[in-house]
T-cell receptor
Framework: KAGVTQTPRYLIKTRGQQVTLSCSPI?????VSWYQQTPGQGLQFLFE???????NKGNFPGRFSGRQFSNSRSEMNVSTLELGDSALYLC???????????FGPGTRLLVL | AQSVTQLGSHVSVSEGALVLLRCNYS??????LFWYVQYPNQGLQLLLK??????LVKGINGFEAEFKKSETSFHLTKPSAHMSDAAEYFC????????????FGTGTRLTIIP
C-alpha cells in the first residue's frame, strides 16, 4: 500500500504571498492531520480533517486554513506568508480519528 | 491538556551499547503514547505505540518501550545500538478519545559513535 504523499516537496515563496500544500493519505484512511515543524517550536499540530469536516484545530492564526475533499485528499493554505512560516509541513493520515497516524515526507517551505 | 518532556536533546552512545531515550508525560486521562523516528530530510516513522494493552511495547528495528504509570514515563530502549539508528526521536502523547491530536516532545538527537 502506498504511503502518505505530499506535494510539492520543496517550495520557496516571498513574504505576503500565499501557498497551497497538498496531501494524499494512505488508501482507505479518512482522517488527515497537519503539523508544522520548526527548529524553534518543534512539532505543532495545525488541524485535523475527517470526512471533509475539520475536527480539531491547533493554536495557529486564521492565515492557516485547510480542507479535505471527498476522496480524503487534503490541502492546507497559508495566506499572507511571513518569514516565520518557514517550516517543514507534515501531513499524517489514519483510518479513523482515534487511530495511529502515519506521516508523509513533508513539504519544506522557505519564505524569503 | 497533555504534554511530553524528553530529557536530553542530544544523546551519544557507542555502537553496540544500550540506547536509552527518556520520555515523561503529563495527561489528565490515560494516554496513548508513541515514539516516532525522523531521519534527515524525511517525515516521521512510527517506531511503536502504547494504547493501554501490554505495558511493555515492542516496535520496529529492535526498539521497545515500557509504560510506567507510577513514574509517568515511556522510555525508549534498544539493547545494542547500530549506526543506522542515528536519527532524531520524538515521543508523543494523544488523548484516546480523539479530542486532541498528537502532542510531541522536543525530540532527542541520537548519535552513534563507531
Amino acid at each position: 500500500k502506498a504511503g502518505v504523499t505530499q506535494t510539492p516537496r520543496y517550495l520557496i515563496k516571498t513574504r505576503g504571498q500565499q501557498v497551497t500544500l497538498s496531501c494524499s493519505p494512505i488508501s482507505g484512511h479518512r482522517s488527515v492531520s497537519w503539523y508544522q515543524q520548526t527548529p524553534g517550536q518543534g512539532l505543532q499540530f495545525l488541524f485535523e480533517y475527517f470526512s471533509e469536516t475539520q475536527r480539531n484545530k491547533g493554536n495557529f492564526p486564521g492565515r492557516f486554513s485547510g480542507r479535505q475533499f471527498s476522496n480524503s485528499r487534503s490541502e492546507m493554505n497559508v495566506s499572507t506568508l511571513e518569514l516565520g512560516d518557514s517550516a517543514l509541513y507534515l501531513c499524517a493520515s489514519s483510518p479513523g480519528v482515534e487511530e495511529t497516524q502515519y506521516f508523509g515526507p513533508g513539504t519544506r517551505l522557505l519564505v524569503l | 491538556a497533555q504534554s511530553v518532556t524528553q530529557l536530553g536533546s542530544h544523546v551519544s552512545v557507542s555502537e553496540g551499547a544500550l540506547v536509552l531515550l527518556r520520555c515523561n508525560y503529563s495527561s489528565s486521562v490515560p494516554p496513548y503514547l508513541f515514539w516516532y523516528v525522523q531521519y534527515p530530510n524525511q517525515g516521521l516513522q512510527l517506531l511503536l505505540k502504547y494504547t493501554s494493552a501490554a505495558t511493555l511495547v515492542k516496535g520496529i528495528n529492535g526498539f521497545e518501550a515500557e509504560f510506567k504509570k507510577s513514574e509517568t514515563s515511556f522510555h525508549l530502549t534498544k539493547p545494542s545500538a547500530h549506526m543506522s539508528d542515528a536519527a532524531e526521536y520524538f515521543c508523543a502523547v494523544s488523548d484516546p478519545r480523539g479530542n486532541e491530536k498528537l502532542t510531541f516532545g522536543t525530540g532527542t538527537r541520537l548519535t552513534i559513535i563507531p
